[in-house]
């Protein structure tokens, strides 16, 4: 049965190439193991694919070409199936049947839910995905669609490519942690194993698509503002004061460059203080209020996270030439 199952699947995902790519050649690769396959992660096995093509149909017919099919059923997935993120949801990693009867899905079912609407609509879909991020607790996974001749990055109920919030937190990574850096599901087999943040036990093969997604993420803070002579730098401390403190980025010889209030005991626990330190020059973290000066230093990536550990109350601090050097320290991220 699974195996009849199987070739059912493969004839239709032949028949939807046809109709959304037209003529336009796949990789081999690429039709095999993100148009083809039935799986995604470790979901368990299920025959996903005529519920799926037969909810994204009306607007395979509206749309024209695999680029504008592809932000549609993105856009309007929700819509579509009725199923939402929810941190209720029964695990995490639920296959595309299980999403539709539940209704309530992590960002991995999610994800896994709009590869295979892409992909029961004859467009190649895989996921992507960080272990770790370095700003805040948690890990992410999204869609990597193949339109255009290259992969895209894509997420559920996105209106476009390339969702902002991601990115800006992609900026933020740290590279040399290797929690931290961006993975795809491989398209064959024998790439490196991952262990998934969920079950640890299970491996799943990848692609690791770190520097990829790093340019994204330079272009995007580009397009936002910060010019390619600075990098954005996120301060957080520890524990948190009941009153706002200033933090500082200063020359050598003192002058601001970049301020902000540091967070507070009434502020979201995401939220930090977000200065722009240059890449050229001596710059320092200045903290006028605990007479702190730290050297900093631009990393390559887009932007830094540093992690203060604020004084105990009541004790003084001398300036400071480098991180740790006495009762405040800076952790970078």
Known sequence: MRAIGLLAGLM??????????????????????????????????????????????????????ERETALAIAAHLEELTGVRYDTGRRHPCMNPLEA??????????????????????????????????????????????WVDGGWRMLEANAADFNTPWVLEAIGLLNPRNPVQRVYAVALQEGDVALP??????????????????????????RRAGLSADSQR?????????????????????GRVLSAAALPTLRDDV?????????????????????QLRARLRATETPAQVLRLRALPRGTQQSQAGAPGTSGNSCDRG
Not at 209 to 216: A, G, I
Not at 233 to 253: G, K, M
Not at 270 to 289: F, V
Request: net charge negative.
């Open 196 to 221: 998934l943040p969920w079950e640890p036990a299970a491996r799943i093969p990848v692609e690791d698509v770190t520097e990829r997604y790093l340019q994204l993420a330079h272009e995007w803070y």
């Open 270 to 290: 995401r939220y930090m203080a977000r200065l722009t330190l240059p890449r050229a020059g001596e710059s320092y973290l200045c903290i006028p209020a605990l």
């Open 233 to 253: 730098l996120w301060v957080d401390w520890h524990p948190r004061a009941e009153a706002a403190v200033e933090v500082q980025v200063c020359d050598a010889e």
């Open 12 to 65: 239709w995902a032949g028949l939807q190439s046809a109709v959304a790519l037209s003529a336009a050649e796949l990789p081999e690769n690429v039709r095999r193991g993100a148009l083809e396959a039935e799986h995604f992660l470790n979901e368990q096995p299920s025959d996903w694919r005529p519920q799926l093509a037969e909810l994204t149909e009306p607007l395979r017919r509206a749309c024209s070409g």
């Open 100 to 145: 539709l009867r539940e209704k309530k899905v992590s960002c991995t079912g999610y994800s896994i839910l709009l590869a295979a609407a892409l992909r029961s609509a004859g467009i190649p879909a895989r996921l992507v995905m960080v272990l770790s991020w370095n700003h805040q607790p948690g890990n992410h996974t999204w869609v990597e669609t």
